[in-house]
C-alpha cells in the first residue's frame, strides 16, 4: 500500500502528464493567476471548453486553487493560480529537466551544440570548395 503523500505526488504527476496541462500551468506560473478567457486567449490553440476541461483536472489533482474575483467584469470571475505544492513540483521538475538537458548536451556535444553547429557548417563549406563548386551553382567548367 503507498503513501499518502506518494498518492497524493501521483496524481500531481498524472494532471501534469499532458502537454495542453503543461502549458497551462506555466502559464500560471509566470502570471500568477488567470481567468479561463486570459489562459485560452494566452493558448489559442485551445478552445474554451478544452481549456474548462484541464482547469478541472488540474483542480480535482490539487495542482491548481481556484478563487473568485467579484471585482470582475467577467460574468463568473473565476481566477486559477497554481496551489503552493504543486509551484514547488513544478519548479523542482523543470530544474530537473534542465539538469537532464545539460547532461544529454555534455554527453553528446562535449564541445557543446554551438560549437558542434559552427564545425558542421565549416566542413560543409570547404567540401563545397573542395567539390569546386559552391551550393546552387554546378561545378565550373576548365579553362578552355
Known amino acids: 500500500m503507498t503513501s499518502r503523500p506518494h498518492r497524493s505526488l501521483a496524481r500531481s504527476l498524472e ?4 502537454e495542453y496541462r ?3 500551468v506555466e502559464l500560471l506560473a509566470k502570471t500568477g493567476s488567470a481567468s479561463p478567457s486570459e489562459i485560452q486567449a494566452a493558448l489559442p490553440h485551445l478552445s474554451q471548453p ?3 476541461r484541464h482547469l478541472r483536472t488540474l483542480l480535482d489533482r490539487g495542482v491548481v486553487e481556484q478563487s ?6 467577467n460574468h463568473c470571475g473565476l481566477r486559477y493560480r497554481l496551489a503552493a505544492e504543486a ?3 513544478v519548479l523542482a521538475l523543470r530544474r530537473l529537466a ?10 553528446y556535444f562535449p564541445m557543446g551544440v554551438a560549437d558542434v553547429a559552427e564545425r558542421h557548417r565549416q566542413q560543409t563549406a570547404a567540401a563545397e570548395l573542395g567539390a569546386g563548386h559552391t551550393r546552387g551553382s554546378s561545378p565550373q567548367e576548365p579553362p578552355p
Not at 98 to 107: D, K, L, W
Open 15 to 18: 494532471a501534469l502528464a499532458s
Open 22 to 24: 503543461l502549458g497551462v
Open 50 to 52: 478544452s481549456v474548462s
Open 68 to 73: 473568485r474575483d467579484l471585482a470582475s467584469r
Open 87 to 89: 509551484l514547488d513540483l
Open 98 to 107: 534542465n539538469e537532464i538537458e545539460a547532461g544529454i548536451v555534455a554527453e
